[in-house]
């Protein structure tokens, strides 16, 4: 029996998109796929409203985490760390390399505006890291004001994952001047997995092209190059994903990005009264994400019998992350999940769990 999946990725992926996979293949040097590629990048430009380059990596997000800190750090780097998310980044930039500064909360906190403002006063940075959805705590990034204290240090370039909220939680681009802003196929967009997506302003394409030791595979400017030329891919993508990206985009574009935001919002507002009522949260308050509940586990129940309880009937929450397995577990409410499929998951728990 299929579990539906309930955990941060991979996400549910619907019969009519793991289907539109099953077409004859096409060669990358074509027409078709030229047409098929450029109707993407320009779908998805439209609903993340953003004005910015928009490039499809055939790669999990992680590789455009090393990529954005290649193509947009020459040295220095400050790397927010609250989470395994966040700490890989930082991680990633030392095995680039790079001189790493950091700023570290304990888990289920948030990152807040001054402490980036303090390091940024007293040191010239490249680039700052920000994840801004946790999704190993549950904690969503202030990200509004943070955009403002970027502002201030316009030589500091502003990376941020969003590989766990992008297209489900609302995020302005362009207003908050997100240099680099990257996500994952399996997520929000509620693909399968082998995709990442980034939007990169032309001020960090052109800071590439003035970085010799930029790597090759996830070269910015080389992707992009190739794009203006043909609308193609330096190399070999995996262009059966791309057509169930493709039916996908038309799919968002048809449901309408408010209500995607709204969707999701809504499924996060239940989980979280539920969690309240009977467990309560671990994020910090005010910075819980819209797209995975982190329940702090209060009334000591194993979460390994309650999964496998769930996996009996078709259902898969996760349980928590690293150190804080047990301690915590996640129930994600992304990609193309409903609010009635939430509640049957809720009142599934609710029975197994005698709640
Ligand atoms: C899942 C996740 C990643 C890693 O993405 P991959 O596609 O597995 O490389 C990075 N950051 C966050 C916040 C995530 O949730």
């Not at 500064?101 to 390091?119: F, N, Q, S, T, Y």
Request: glycine share 6%.
């Amino acid at each position: 029996m299929h579990k539906k999946l309930f955990i941060p990725g991979p996400t549910e992926v619907r019969e009519d998109i793991l289907q539109a996979q099953a077409k004859p293949m096409i060669g990358h040097r074509s027409k078709e796929f030229s047409a098929l590629y450029e109707g993407i990048v320009n779908k998805i430009k439209k609903v993340l409203n953003t004005q910015n380059h928009v490039i499809v990596f055939t790669s999990s997000g992680t590789g455009i985490m090393e990529g954005a800190i290649r193509n947009c750090v020459y040295k220095d780097v400050l790397c927010c760390v609250n989470g395994a998310f966040s700490d890989r980044w930082a991680k990633i930039a030392k095995a680039c390399g790079k001189n790493v500064d950091e700023i570290r909360v304990d888990w289920g906190k948030a990152i807040k505006p001054e402490m980036i403002e303090d390091k940024l006063k007293k040191k010239k940075y490249d680039a700052v890291t920000l994840v801004h959805n946790e999704s190993s705590t549950g904690v969503r990034a202030p990200i509004e004001e943070i955009a403002e204290v970027m502002k201030r240090y316009p030589d500091t370039y502003f990376l941020v994952d969003t590989v766990s909220s992008l297209m489900g939680d609302k995020i302005e681009i362009d207003k908050l001047g997100i240099d680099v802003c990257l996500t994952s196929s399996q997520k929000c967009f509620a693909l399968p997995p082998g995709l990442a997506v980034c939007t990169v302003t032309q001020r960090a394409l052109e800071r590439t092209r003035t970085i010799p030791d930029r790597g090759y595979y996830f070269d910015f400017d080389a992707m992009l190059k190739r794009y203006e030329k043909d609308r193609q891919t330096p190399t070999t993508p995996a262009v059966t994903l791309l057509y169930a990206m493709d039916k996908q985009m038309d799919k968002i574009l048809a449901e309408g990005m408010e209500n995607r935001y709204k969707r999701h919002l809504e499924m996060a507002q239940y989980v979280r009264d539920w969690a309240k009522k009977y467990f309560a949260l671990f994020p910090e308050p005010g910075y819980e994400s819209v797209t995975l509940t982190c329940v702090d586990n209060t009334r000591k129940i194993s979460v390994a019998d309650l999964n496998s309880e769930l996996g009996k009937r078709g259902f898969q929450i996760s349980n928590g992350y690293g150190d804080l397995k047990e301690r915590t577990f996640r129930i994600a409410h992304m990609g193309d999940l409903t609010l009635d499929e939430i509640k049957e998951l809720i009142n599934n728990i609710n029975e197994i769990l005698k709640l």
